[in-house]
């Protein structure tokens, strides 16, 4: 890629941890949320990876996200627990929630553990990553600035909210889907726009709720959900999940990282861990899931030279080669984390 | 409807239990099925209501479906079990597998509870509506025979595993959910291809996995998951929350309820249980749940005269028609239905 260069995992993730240090952060959180950010990064979801830093950084130095909140639990009871974000940066809240959701299914089976007054919490994958390399089971999701009109709707009233679903494995990469409930992200619109092309039926509807194939229409109309009716439905369940399980801001009450810069975002996040050692134990847990990957692996492909993939598949090749040859980073992106380290005061970025 | 009267819901629910006991099932376990079946018919979804009835029975008839299983917990710590079905009733097991989840939930705050070695169990939106009337948010699926081919595979490898939700309101329609995972359900083919029509592109695929158009070429193939590899993924991370982790059958291991008579059909199903009242209090919870509800039905809908609905809404709306005016049912299945109750030997039905 032009404008790009390779950086090395851990060079990556110490500029991430300084940057966070030097905007206030301390070091435990800093650590939480860099781990989030640069797995994503590292995985190939680099729309969701440390390019994100930059406005969570510049959020904090405006005063809007708390650089060292007091992330309180409000409830708890046996294996489940409302944690309290104290509007600290989303990496750090969803990845300290996990990390309570895992030492509670370990103790209870099961274990649902959901958060309010979070922000933006970047990728899904890496926090099912964070589940499965601890042979846990995670089903996972936030609920985000809506973007979406509800089914039969002309308003943007839902979020895209997306949601996550890891199962370890033995040998061999984890199952991890991390999935947002419209047909296409809005980036692809966006790249149908710069290219000045037409985008297929079915993606996107224009302000009034009428189908669309212009793509600045569509980016000033809503994204479409999956199956109609049943995206929505699902994206719903997650804000019921993520937003009104944790007391939090649900729906339109929840901001936009990039256009309300002068809110808190207010997101919600939710987390389902299942421990298969107390279920059914490792042994037949392992043996079933090779079950199912033998049964969808033996598939006869629709196209012979393109074999049928598992969801998490694609991420953990990219992951491998990036571990090996580093990860691609655009030069600007790395001079802006280079300048956050050595504690310079960030410039505001455009929205991604 | 031609063809058609109806019936009172307390008159459908004696003749479900009465057929049920005649073919040997014990009163408790009669009960828990009648009450799944005919809450599909009362929410009109007699796709999945007491029409289930008579090929359960037959394959009870056949010696294939067992009518008085032990119900066995084989692994339990605090909020998660895992229970053996017994290869009894789809109903039964589930009805049972879902009482213990809420139990479980009220005194954890959250339960995991999944169940194999049982049958198709109807559909989920009566299992949702059980829990959201005992104040519970219940997250339930199961696993089902292959009619979908994984994404980019040729070959029926994967269940369109429906997935359900269910969130309760103090006042109005609990939210229910109860989807599937294919775009369209192969009902609705079934009826173009009586029409003699072509369906929409993006339905489905033929056997080779090549788009069609064609109702009949369709029916041979496989029907198409949401938003594509999103669909194929939610179905699969079903498979192992319902068959993986009951250590029981999982994709193609999965036997159909009418092309495969001889066996037992061996799904798994799972129910996730949290309780509001442990998490955040009814008080706030139904403050927050109605702040969605308000969100939605003050979004301006795209036609004027069709509000935007929320998942539930129109099967409420039936209910509360039908428990006033009785059900509407086909004059052969009551015939069947009288048949059954009386103690007559069933006669097998084609596929529904």
Partial sequence: MPGCTTIPYDELHTLALQSFEKAGVPLQDARTAADILCGADLMGIDTHGTKRLIPYIARIHDGIFNPAPDLRIIHQKAGSAVMDGDNGLGP??????????????????????CCRNSQHFGAIAPYAQQACDQKLVCFAGTNAYPTMAPWGGAESKVGNNPVGFGAPRQSGPHFILDIAMSIVARGKIRKSLEKNESIPEGWAVDKQGVPTTDPSEALNGFVLPIGGHKGYGIALAIDILAGVLSGGAVADEVNSLFKQKEHAQRVGHFFIVIDPAVTIGMELYHERMEALYTAMKNCRPQDAHSPVLLPGEIESRTAEKYRRSGIPIDHDLLTSLRRLAAGEAPADVPQA
């Avoid at 990845?95 to 370990?106: D, F, P, Q, Y």
């Fill in 92 to 113: 750090v809240v969803g990845g300290t929630a996990l990390r309570i959701a895992c030492e509670l299914a370990s103790s209870n089976g099961v274990s649902f553990v």
